[in-house]
Nanobody, 126 residues
Framework: QAQLQESGGGSVQAGGSLRLSCAHA????????MGWFRQAPGKDREGVAA????????HYVDSVMGRFTISQDNTKSAVYLQMDSLKPEHTAMYYC???????????????????WGHGTQVTVSS
């Protein structure tokens, strides 16, 4: 059974940077879509960024364009989220997600036909 393991969360001050990592293991084939969604307290899940593992095509939610960068490694079984110029409103639990359909694997719901890890906390203080 496929599993996702996130790492790299933490606490930073506004303007700082963090890099999240996600390793995919198990399953019969690598997923076509990998990415991240987040959930802040009292808010709905929000897809942040996704990558099509076949050719590296990326997708971002408008609010992180130019600030976050998603990438994958050569094995296409690990993805990274470089987060720069962080703001307090970026504070949330960030979940790595994967699935067969790009970019909806980052919906964080069954509609996206994806699965996700346990999450890593990102806290940005002002």
């Amino acid at each position: 059974q496929a599993q996702l393991q996130e790492s790299g969360g933490g606490s930073v001050q506004a303007g700082g940077s963090l890099r999240l990592s996600c390793a995919h293991a198990g399953g019969t084939r690598s997923p076509s879509c990998m990415g991240w969604f987040r959930q802040a307290p009292g808010k709905d899940r929000e897809g942040v960024a996704a990558i099509y593992t076949g050719d590296g095509t990326t997708h971002y939610v408008d609010s992180v364009m130019g600030r976050f960068t998603i990438s994958q490694d050569n094995t296409k079984s690990a993805v990274y989220l470089q987060m720069d110029s962080l703001k307090p409103e970026h504070t949330a639990m960030y979940y790595c997600a994967a699935g067969p359909r790009f970019p909806i694997c980052i919906l964080g719901t069954s509609a996206g036909a994806g699965y996700w890890g346990h999450g890593t906390q990102v806290t940005v203080s002002s």
